[in-house]
């Protein structure tokens, strides 16, 4: 299974600015996920990201708000911008991986809460 | 519509066993998988299901019947440890889409 590390783990943001998320895999992987969390909610689907195309977004997220950089097979980043109190969550990427190519595996999340 | 309904919250005893429920509705189905979720983590996978039957690993053991649109994730022997949030998933024809977690809580 891929090792998933994603910076920072946690941060407070203050409304109307952006947070990068940066997400690092330690092996190569075409596809990248997405995901938001909220509090006692299950994942939703953000973006999925392949190297070298933009990413595809999901209903009622857009790009200018959840603007997403691949620039390799291992590395991608998630910007929340224009912050919200409703952006308060967890955003968590995720590969694919394991015996049968379909298993997902996480990163283990940034916890972001907008004041 | 696409649909995953899991229950919202499941108490148990150490040492028995639990059976969580995950019914759902998705266009095109390539998969059901279940995930478990400690409080503040991120979910790790537990299980994959793509053919009706059981699939059995250890103390876990998962079902799907792809006629009935439904699976369960048994769960033997209970631990402290179990206590966490079970996430049932199901990969449709373009996207992986989760239920909302049953939260499992094991008493002594």
């Known amino acids: 299974s891929a090792v998933i590390s994603q910076k920072p783990s946690r941060d407070i943001c203050q409304r109307g600015t952006s947070l990068t998320i940066q997400c690092q895999v330690d092996?190569?992987?075409?596809?990248m996920f997405w995901y938001r969390q909220q509090p006692g909610q299950s994942l939703t689907l953000i973006a999925t990201a392949n190297q070298g195309s933009e990413a595809t977004y999901e209903s009622g997220f857009v790009i200018d708000k959840f603007p997403i950089s691949r620039p390799n097979l291992t590395f991608s980043t998630l910007t929340v911008s224009n912050m919200s109190p409703e952006d308060s969550s967890i955003y968590l990427c995720?590969?694919?991986?394991?015996?049968?190519?379909?298993?997902?595996?996480f990163g283990p999340g940034t916890r972001l809460t907008v004041t | 519509g696409q649909n995953i309904d899991q229950p919202t919250e499941m108490t148990a005893t150490e040492g028995a066993i639990v059976q969580i429920n995950c019914t759902y509705q998705t266009s095109g189905f390539n998969g059901l998988f279940w995930y478990q979720q400690h409080a503040g983590e991120a979910p790790t996978f537990l299980s994959y299901?793509?053919?009706?039957g059981l699939e059995e690993k250890g103390r876990f053991s998962s079902f799907l019947s792809r006629s009935k649109g439904y699976s369960y994730l048994l769960l033997k022997e209970l631990q402290m440890k179990d206590s966490a949030s079970y996430l049932c998933?199901?990969?449709?024809?373009?996207?992986?889409?989760f239920g909302t977690g049953t939260r499992l809580k094991v008493l002594a």
């Open positions: 092996s190569q992987v075409t596809m």
């Open positions: 299901n793509v053919l009706d």
């Open positions: 995720s590969v694919l991986g394991g015996g049968t190519g379909h298993e997902q595996y």
């Open positions: 998933a199901v990969r449709g024809t373009y996207k992986y889409i």
